[in-house]
């Protein structure tokens, strides 16, 4: 595997990137969709909302949570998941910045 020279970059470069990777599959979007629509914490009701195999919807919260996007939490045998409060509304932020930013003149390509 190369070199991905991150170092190259600035921290808010790398933590942008970090998040648009995390929201870079539909199944996370889904997963995102869902938690803010039913403003609670999910346990075992996703697996049943998304067309998935258990292991891979946890592999998709996995990296959510990596992030910090979501948050989880131990309900004796199962972990309730919900969106990180923090983590989303700066990864809101942050590429809200980064869509937002002004657009070059029309003298371009």
């Known amino acids: 595997m190369g070199v991905?020279?991150?170092?190259?970059?600035?921290?808010?470069?790398?933590?942008?990137?970090?998040?648009?990777?995390?929201?870079?599959?539909?199944?996370?979007?889904?997963?995102?969709?869902?938690?803010?629509?039913?403003?609670?914490?999910?346990?075992?009701?996703?697996?049943?909302?998304?067309?998935?195999?258990?292991?891979?919807?946890?592999?998709?919260?996995?990296?959510?949570k990596q992030v910090g996007i979501i948050k989880g939490e131990i309900e004796g045998t199962s972990v309730c998941y919900c969106l990180d409060e923090k983590g989303w509304g700066e990864a809101r932020e942050m590429l809200l910045q980064v869509l937002n930013a002004a657009l070059p003149d029309k003298r371009c390509c």
Do not use: M, W
Request: net charge positive.
């Open 4 to 64: 991905t020279k991150t170092q190259n970059f600035t921290a808010t470069q790398n933590k942008v990137a970090s998040y648009a990777k995390a929201l870079a599959h539909p199944a996370r979007v889904a997963i995102i969709e869902y938690l803010v629509k039913n403003q609670t914490c999910i346990c075992g009701d996703l697996v049943e909302e998304l067309p998935l195999a258990q292991a891979t919807v946890s592999q998709h919260l996995k990296e959510l």
